[in-house]
């Protein structure tokens, strides 16, 4: 659905959220370099669905299909409603779904087979900004190393469980961002489920406290030391581009973990084909 309104000039937290929810429906290619904070650059050429070749250290690397079991929407039948939201193409003929060729791991048929949520519209507000993902699934692109890489270009992890503040808009690198100030929230109780949900613990955009408790159990002997736990960022610096909704910037305020800092720097995007 197009966007009736612009997307706004002084976006708060409600707009930098959803735009966190934006990536899958917002590009097809990109071209950027990842620059971390203790590594070296990985130029990267992403294709969606499922494509992703990386050049670092002067070797180039092609990574294909989508990690593990997190990436796409299976269906048994269409659910009320939304077969008219899907293209024709995903459909087997009796009613069932078709397998989209290219996206699924070579060794995966599925029955039912798999839809990818780009061929599924979803709720979107006036401005074209994602309200709702379609049956909360998502959409993974390859992974290069651990899955930090597959939440910065897709950064559903801070639409929920985190609270966001002093949302403003800048540029990097000639392009509009929306900056803010966001903070992982624990969960208010087991069963609720509202706190912060990285797509990996060990490994999340907003490493702290929160992310280690979901990492280790109570009682775990690899857990961290409570003056190590007291010593890690709060809150983080994170910008999306606008344009794309991935993240360009992560910076921890406080904190020793330096590290968890990158940056990426966008040279071309495409649309979704």
Known sequence: MPSTSPLPDAPGPDDFQALARSSPWRFGTLHFTHRPHDGAPVEAWLRRPGHLEVLVGGERHVETGVPYSRSVLYFEEPPTGLRRLLPRRSLRPGGRWAAVPGLAPRDTQSDPPIVPPQDVDPV??????????????DYDDPMWHDYRWVAMLDPVELSRGVEVSEVHTRERFGRLTWTATCRP????????????????????????????????????????????????PSAYW?????????????????????RTAFTNEIHEVGGLG
Do not use: K, M
Request: some cysteine; proline content about 7%.
């Open 124 to 137: 979107r507000r006036p401005d074209g900004l994602v309200l709702e993902r379609p049956f909360a699934a």
């Open 185 to 232: 929230l624990p969960a208010t109780s087991e069963d609720l489920g509202d706190g912060y949900d990285p797509r990996c613990s060990c490994c999340a955009l907003l490493f702290g406290a929160v992310s280690q408790a979901l990492e280790f159990t109570t009682g775990d002997e690899r857990a961290p030391s409570q003056a190590e736990v007291a010593g890690y």
């Open 238 to 258: 994170v910008s999306l581009d606008v344009e794309t909704g991935i993240v360009v910037n992560v910076e921890p305020q406080d904190g020793d973990r330096a």
